[in-house]
């Protein structure tokens, strides 16, 4: 600011100061709005009317005398140091500075880098039959009044089919059984499902937190699942979340066509709305990478069909462990279920498969025993 302008700054608030002038007038004036006249005028009587105080000191903190000098001693000392850390060092020696100026005297002194993006060659891959691999996924995303809500979806590999899917408010365990369980009740059993590194699929632990488990008891509940169908639940790698292409594509059309189209007022329309909308997605829309509808390829199929024997119920169902007491009965979320069988069973440990929504069966030793209705 040169020294005409602060001058005239000087005398215009001199008169101010004397109420000789209004401070709309006075901003009007300088050009300034009238919260900056105030600010200007209380700074010059703090000051005694030292026009100095007006002069804003050259620099900021990446300028102050030794400041830089710190930073990049302390970088010398371990290169690998974050900002943040660097930041912690400086406020122990009493310098209080911002993470974006520690970033800049970095970046100045060309001691802070970007870590070059590595590129890597990628390969095609398509399975070669409908069924041989299926992919799992959750959306967010989506709205219903003014609530967020989740798809979750079950891709084909090979034809780009849905075939399971559910519009819900909570990407749960319980939720994704009830996908799995649509497909396989509807198409039968795929050879590999493959997923991304949730912890409802992969038991996310260090060895030495596991070590003394057994391997029942650290797999998810939705692996032990499959693994009764024997069906191959496959994790991609770590931080590899492109493995997922074609399902992350899937969910880009879905937003892009269903969601802007969508009339719901509630979950239950809302899956049946996109019931519908999938039945037009597999029938007749045409996939840019397969060049053909998702129905056209249903065939040759690697699905293999249930056996019939198998108990739906009990293989997709949340599992408790309860222990009968003496009145051949136990304890769940504060009630007491009393079973009616004539062998009594206190003591022994039961197996509860849980439907949240309206039941529980008590199994013993793999054996059915009585089934509860949940309120």
């Not at 060309?110 to 691999?133: A, M, Q, V, W």
């Amino acid at each position: 600011m040169n020294k005409e302008i602060l001058e005239q700054r000087f005398i215009q608030l001199r008169i101010l100061d004397k109420e000789l002038i209004s401070q709309k007038q006075t901003a009007l004036n300088l050009g300034l709005s009238v919260r900056q006249a105030q600010r200007i005028l209380k700074r010059l009587r703090e000051n005694n009317w030292n026009l100095n105080c007006l002069v804003k000191p050259r620099g900021g903190w990446n300028k102050r005398k030794g400041l830089r000098a710190k930073v990049i001693l302390l970088h010398q000392q371990k290169p690998q140091r974050s900002n943040p850390a660097i930041q912690d060092q400086l406020k122990e020696q009493g310098v209080s500075v911002s993470l974006s100026t520690i970033r800049r005297i970095r970046i100045e002194a060309d001691l802070y880098k970007d870590k070059p993006i590595k590129k890597r060659f990628f390969k095609k891959f398509e399975s070669k039959r409908f069924g041989d691999l299926v992919q799992m996924d959750t959306m967010d995303g989506g709205w219903l009044n003014g609530e967020k809500i989740k798809l979750i979806l079950v891709l084909d590999d090979y034809s780009r089919a849905i075939l399971g899917f559910r519009w819900a408010k909570h990407d749960t365990v319980w939720q994704n059984m009830l996908v799995l369980r649509q497909m396989i009740e509807k198409y039968g059993k795929p050879g590999v499902i493959y997923t991304d590194n949730d912890n409802k699929f992969r038991f996310v632990r260090t060895q030495s937190l596991y070590f003394n488990y057994r391997k029942e008891e650290y797999e998810t509940r939705i692996r032990g699942a499959l693994k009764e169908l024997d069906i191959a639940l496959i994790c991609h790698p770590p931080y590899q979340a492109f493995c997922k292409g074609k399902v992350e594509r899937l969910f880009r059309f879905v937003q892009s066509r269903f969601l802007p189209e969508m009339k719901a007022k509630n979950l239950e329309q809302l899956n049946q709305g996109f019931k519908k909308w999938i039945a037009w997605y597999n029938e007749n829309h045409i996939n840019r990478m397969t060049e053909s509808k998702p129905k056209e390829r249903f065939q040759p199929s690697g699905f293999q069909p249930l056996s019939g024997k198998e108990d739906l119920d009990y293989i997709f169902s949340l599992r408790e462990t309860r222990k009968i007491d003496k009145y051949n009965s136990f304890s769940f979320n504060g009630k007491k279920y009393f079973l009616e069988s004539k062998e009594p069973l206190w003591g022994c440990k039961a197996t509860l498969a849980l439907n949240p929504s309206h039941r529980i069966k008590v199994y013993y030793d793999d054996k059915f025993i009585q089934e509860f209705k949940l309120n």
